[in-house]
Structure formats: C-alpha cells, structure tokens
C-alpha cells in the first residue's frame, strides 16, 4: 500500500496517475490496434460465410435435377398417372391392354377359430385373454396339443466380423432346435439343424444343441444377435434371507412343477373355482397355492431361512410362415406362450420381418393374413406359406386358399410386359396403373421439360448471386472515417452507451474498402459470366449468357449484378434445354476455363477466394499463428505486455522518486524544528 503527500500534503496519487496517462498512451494506441485487427478479422470472416453459403449454392446448381425439371401428362388420369425424374428422357408412351392389376396375397381363415359363433361373448375367443385357458372354445382346441417346455431368449453382440457366434445356455438343455428363431439386427435367417449338402445358404443359419450359430453369411460386427430358443424346463431359487410370503415366476401358463422346500417336494394338487392349484406334498399337505397362468405362487405361512428351489415348465405352441418378396425368401419362426394372447400373436407377426400384416375380426370370427407387398414372387406356389399346427388347425389357416398374389399386367409401346406393383418405375419415370382396360383405351402420358420450374431454378440462381455481390460491393464500399479509432476505457467511460454505438459504427466502417482480395473476386466472377462457353454440349447459339436472356444492369454503380429477360430466357429452355445446362454445368473435366459452365468457373474462383480470407483471417478453430492477422494481433499482444511491464517500472519510478521528495521534505521539517526549538532556548 502506497501512502503519499504525509510530508509535502501533495495528492501524489493523482500526480502519478496523470503522469500515467501521458506514459499510456502509446499503450492505448497499441489496444486501438489490436481492436482495429480483430474488427477486421471478423468483417473477413462474415464475408467468408457469406461465400461459404454461395459455394453451397453452387454446389447444388451442379446437379441436373435444377435444369431438367420434368412434367408429365396423361390423357386419362383415372386409369393412369405418371411423375418423372430429372433423369428421365423426354419421351412418350403408351399404355393399354391393362388385364389384370397386381395384388397382395391374402389368405383367410376357413373358418372361425372359436367353436360356435354366437351372440354369447363366452362362446367366443377373446383376442385379449390367455390362449391355453381358452383351448375348450377353440374349434380343434380338444384335438390340438400343446408343448411343454421353456421359451427363452438372448440378445447377444456380435464382437467382430465373422459367420461363428455362441450364445450361453448355462445348464439348460435344449429342445426343438429346428423351432428357433435367430434374427441379425432384426433380419430373419432360415434355421437348420445339419449343414446342407450345397452349404448354407446367405439367410440360413446352422445351430447345435451347444448353443453355437453358424451362419451362412458374415455377421458384422456390433450387429445385435437375437435367440429364441426351447430348454426342456427352468430351475429359479427362492431367497428367503428375509420372509417371503408370495414368488413371481419368470414364466406364465405352468404346465408342470415340483417346488422343493428344505428337501420335501410340492406338486401341483386340486385347483379351486378362482384358478388356484394347491401345492401338496406326497402326503397330500399344502405349503400354497399356484395360479399357473401367472406363475405366481403364494404361501400358506411366510418361508424364512430356507432352502427353496422351484423346477417348473410352460405350456407353449409354434409355428412357421414362409413368405415370398422382392428381397428373396423368407422363413420365419414363431414361439407363443399359452398365457399369450391372440392380440399378442398378431402383433409377433405383424412386427417381423415376414412382410405379413395379420388381424382378427372378432364380429365375423376370423384372422387373416396378407402381404404387405403387391405382385407374385413365387411363381411356382403360394406367397404365404403357413405351417404348424397352432396356426394351421387352431386357427385354421391350413384349410384356406390363397388370393391375391398377381402382378399387374399391360402393354407399353406395344411391347407386353408386366411388374409386381402398380406403380414401378421405368426409364426415370414413375407409373401408376389404376385400373384394367383394353387396348381401345389406351393412355398415352408424355414427359416433357418443365420450362417454368428450370425459369424459377435459374432465377433463384441469379438473385442470390446479386444478393452476394451487393453485400460484397456494399462492404468494399464502405465510408472509413479516420478520425474514428477504436475508444478507449477511459473515452467509454465519458460516453453513453448509445454514443459509444454510434462511435464504433463509424470506427467498425471501411476496414475492408477498396480490399483486393474481395474486388479481386468480383471482377472474376464478372469475366466467369462474360467470358463464351466454348465446348460440343452448348450450341453456338447459346454460348454466352446474353444469348439466352441474361445480362448486367445498366448501372455500373451495381459492381455487375445481373437481370433477366424472362421471355428470352423461357424460350431458350423450351427451344434448347440441353445447351442451358450445358451452359451453366457443362464441361465440368474441362482442361480450360472456356470449355467450362459457368458455375464451375464461379466454384473455382469463389473457393480460390474461401481459402485466400481464410489466409488471411483463419477460421473459428484456427490459432493465431495459422493466419496472417492472427500472427498480428500475436505481435500486438507481446507489444502490449512488454509495454504494461514497463509502465509498472515507470510507475515504480515516479513512486521512488515522489517518495525521495517525501523525505527530504520531512528532513528538512525535522530540522527545522530542530532549530526553532535551540532559538527559542536562547
């Protein structure tokens, strides 16, 4: 802490701060600077992004979807429409002799699947309840069987690239290896249990009863592997460290039990009017009940520090659908629970990759199934192919016909083909058959330019690049006010804030007038427009952009923005539309600049300017030393340092040399005190 002026009663705080003053103000001059740069480099980098967005523009103005913008026409709409990409030819064709429209393949069950249909909602399948309980209403329920055993599932990683995975059974011993169903990031493989005589095949997947899955094709690594699977039963413990007074199995529909407690075993009893099934012992005593829809078991007493183990089965079914699309064949198993209901069935099947769409219609008592896609892939036999005796006698899919399944069929340009869909694509075109008609009724559609959308494409195009050029011409442009620095600390603090917006509006104005690099860059754009598109593509009619209706303004004030003749340029699309594009996309390998479009001559001289400000101001993530004004305001920085330390020196200075003056004066105050006092004693 400094104290002064004790002696001298002079203010040598205030002394020294405007002795400071003075000595700052080169330091000011240094902070002036570097504002000065850093305004300047971020005007470059608006710039830049200003660029940056045209390049973009440029880049899509590349493509021929912006000058070969087609339409079509059809003479009968209601029986045939069509839409075209900017790949399709201009052309037409004629469609007729329509005999027949592709359909989905659909199959319905033969009949109800409930034993009677009646007004009587107990006589019927409740879609939403357990599908064991309610075998008795079931048409073929007293005929059909169900498993039992355990349905299980995994979901395992596949850790790197390969055709061998293993899943980890424990000790669970595996049944029906044939029923599994295995799916690789949720595509189906055809499961079989001994390797073909031909090798597998790509969607086919080799299994074992060790747990080990070889698959015909590579699994790719990271790809989610799921099983389900079939073990004979399923051993759970009971922790009774605290008292447990009810269990939750993890499976529902038991069909077989033995609950061991302390070494005494537990099967199932009597079940009472509420669907309970005592647990008793050999001797006929009860230790709870069982409710084996649930699984879940209640003690009679609380079970405390024993040793519980429950072995237990479930009732299950299964079946497999075969289905045939445009990706190949697929073969897809089916594991369903007896506590599953038909809501949830459907729902398995509507959710894989079967390409089937399964419902039930409780009203009239029947499901159905139908392909999601039209056409007829199987050729030989069926698209949908179900088999099993839950599916084909429980629900009674075997006896139903199939439906459905054709492709559509017509002629075009006389020649008779046919396709899966009624609407396919064909030469760019996208067609879409509505109904069947005869060869008197032909519909002819034509593919033509779409002078209007190509018109707006173009326009869209020009007014973005006057928009560039005007804010580049407007910053190149701009008033510099000399007189106008960057403010100090001490200037904003004798200011409003309005007043200081007002000053650096005028001290931010013209840092990139009359900037080279920027009117570099529009008088190359301007000689990219002006200069001929010579090359085979463009006819010699339209090699300028004048040809075609495009020019600058008359005011040169403008810095060479363009206008359009709409009328000359509509008709040059319609008479040529290939030399337009040509004109502005062509020749885009070309070993001269004449025989290049006109935006791949801007692409070239706009990304020339990208990287020549971005040279010069670097971006976001550059440091200071990969650009030229970074490197500056670095060498400002280090000034600036050096400088504040040696203001703390020049401080220190006059701080030494007011603190000296200090105690001379207090001295010479002694002193003379000194003397009075020997003159007084006189």
Do not use: C
Not at 182 to 203: D, I, Q
Not at 596 to 618: F, Q
Request: net charge negative; charged share 25%; no cysteine.
């Amino acid at each position: 802490m400094r104290v002064g002026g004790l002696a001298s009663g002079m203010d040598t705080d205030s002394l020294v701060a405007d002795l400071m003053k003075a000595e700052r103000m080169p330091l000011d001059k240094l902070k002036q600077k570097k504002q000065t740069i850093e305004w300047k480099r971020d005007d470059y980098r608006a710039m830049n992004t200003l660029l940056l967005d045209f390049r973009s523009e440029l880049t899509q103005f590349k493509l021929t979807t912006k000058y070969r913008a087609r339409q079509t026409t059809s003479t009968d709409e209601s029986k045939v429409t069509a839409t075209a990409s900017s790949g399709a030819s201009q052309a037409s064709y004629t469609i007729n002799n329509v005999t027949q429209l592709a359909t989905a393949a659909t199959k319905v069950s033969g009949t109800g699947p409930s034993e009677t249909l009646s007004s009587d909602p107990n006589n019927k399948l409740d879609p939403k309840a357990g599908l064991f309980n309610q075998t008795s209403k079931l048409a073929n329920g007293a005929g059909f069987t169900w498993s039992e055993g355990i349905i299980e599932k995994q979901t395992v990683k596949a850790t790197e690239d390969g055709t061998t995975l293993n899943f980890d059974i424990g000790t669970s011993t595996l049944k029906d290896l044939d029923k599994m169903s295995v799916k690789v990031s949720g595509k189906s493989f055809e499961v079989v249990t001994a390797m073909p005589a031909e090798g597998l095949g790509s969607n086919q997947v080799l299994v074992d009863n060790t747990g080990s899955l070889t698959f015909g094709s590579t699994v790719k690594k990271d790809s989610s592997v799921s099983v389900e699977y079939l073990t004979t039963d399923k051993t759970e413990t009971i922790d009774t460290t605290n008292p447990v007074k009810d269990f939750q199995l993890a499976k529902g529909s038991i069909s077989s039990l033995t609950l061991t407690v302390d070494g005494t075993d537990y099967s199932f009893g009597t079940t009472d009017a509420e669907g309970n099934t005592q647990l008793v012992d050999a001797g006929n005593n009860s230790i709870g009940t069982i409710n084996k829809e649930t699984g879940k078991i209640t003690f009679s007493a609380e079970q405390s520090n024993k040793t519980i183990s429950v072995t237990y089965s479930q009732n299950y079914a299964d079946f497999s659908l075969q289905t045939f699309t445009k990706d190949g064949e697929k073969n897809v198993n089916f594991l369903i629970a007896g506590n599953e209901t038909l809501n949830g069935v459907i729902s398995k099947v509507n959710q894989s990759d079967a390409g089937v769409t399964m419902f039930y219609d409780s009203f009239s008592d029947r499901a159905t199934m139908t392909r999601t896609e039209t056409g007829n892939f199987n050729t030989s036999g069926n698209e949908i192919n179900t088999s099993g005796n839950f599916v084909n006698n429980l629900l009674r899919f075997g006896s139903s016909a199939e439906t459905g399944g054709t492709n559509v069929k017509f002629e075009v340009n006389g020649l008779q083909t046919e396709r899966n869909s009624n609407t396919f694509e064909m030469n760019g075109v996208t067609f879409s058959i509505k109904q069947t008609f005869s060869s008197a009724n032909g519909v002819s559609t034509t593919v033509s330019n779409n002078t209007e959308d190509v018109f707006e494409n173009i326009k869209g195009f020009v007014e973005k690049y006057n928009e560039l050029i005007g804010k580049i011409k407007d910053k190149t442009g701009e008033e510099f006010y000399r007189s106008y620095s960057p403010l100090t600390d001490d200037q904003k603090e004798q200011l409003s804030e309005k007043q200081q917006e007002q000053w650096e509006e005028k001290a931010k104005s013209g840092l990139l007038r009359r900037d080279s690099t920027l009117s570099g860059l529009l008088s190359e754009m301007r000689s990219d427009f002006y200069q001929p598109v010579d090359n085979a593509n463009v006819s010699p009619l339209f090699k300028q952009l004048s040809s075609i209706g495009i020019t600058t303004t008359s005011n040169y004030l403008e810095g060479g923005k363009l206008e359009i003749n709409e009328a000359e340029l509509k008709k040059a699309i319609e008479e040529d539309p290939d030399s337009v594009e040509n004109l502005f996309r062509g020749g885009s390998g070309a070993a001269s600049d004449s025989q290049k479009g006109i935006v791949h001559r801007l692409y070239d001289s706009v990304n020339g300017t990208i990287d020549k400000l971005k040279e010069k101001a670097g971006g976001a993530f550059s440091t200071l030393q990969q650009f030229t004004l970074g490197r500056e305001l670095k060498n400002v920085d280090s000034e600036i340092t050096r400088f504040e330390e040696r203001m703390k020196q020049v401080e220190d200075r006059y701080w030494r040399q007011f603190t000296a003056m200090e105690k001379a004066i207090q001295q010479s105050n002694q002193q003379s005190m000194y003397l009075m006092q020997q003159f007084s004693g006189m």
